[in-house]
């Protein structure tokens, strides 16, 4: 069963950043999926990984603590896979 809700997660997920992203005119070598990187594969800048959380937040309804996720040791962490962001979301919305 969390297997199921990881991969609804990771749905929810790619279905956000390709409504961000849809009018970039991206030429994405393939579809958008949980190893899809949002700094190398998408050309996301801090901005729009801002927008990415508040739109997952909007879209769940909650506070999501994505600092935990953007910090490591005091710095940013330089780029995430959509199924990183993926697996922070399921683990705030099972704690």
């Not at 937040?57 to 710095?75: A, V």
Request: hydrophobic share 40%.
């Amino acid at each position: 069963m969390d297997r199921l809700k990881q991969e609804t997660t990771e749905k929810t997920v790619i279905a956000v950043v390709e409504d961000l992203i849809q009018d970039w005119g991206l030429d994405l070598g393939e579809p958008i999926s949980g190893r899809t990187m949002l700094v190398a594969d998408l050309e996301f800048a801090s901005v729009d990984i801002i927008q990415l959380c508040v739109a997952l937040e909007q879209s769940y309804e909650r506070k999501l603590g994505f600092h935990d996720l953007l910090m490591r040791d005091g710095s940013y962490v330089g780029d995430l896979s959509l199924a990183q962001v993926a697996g922070h979301v399921e683990s705030k919305l099972n704690s």
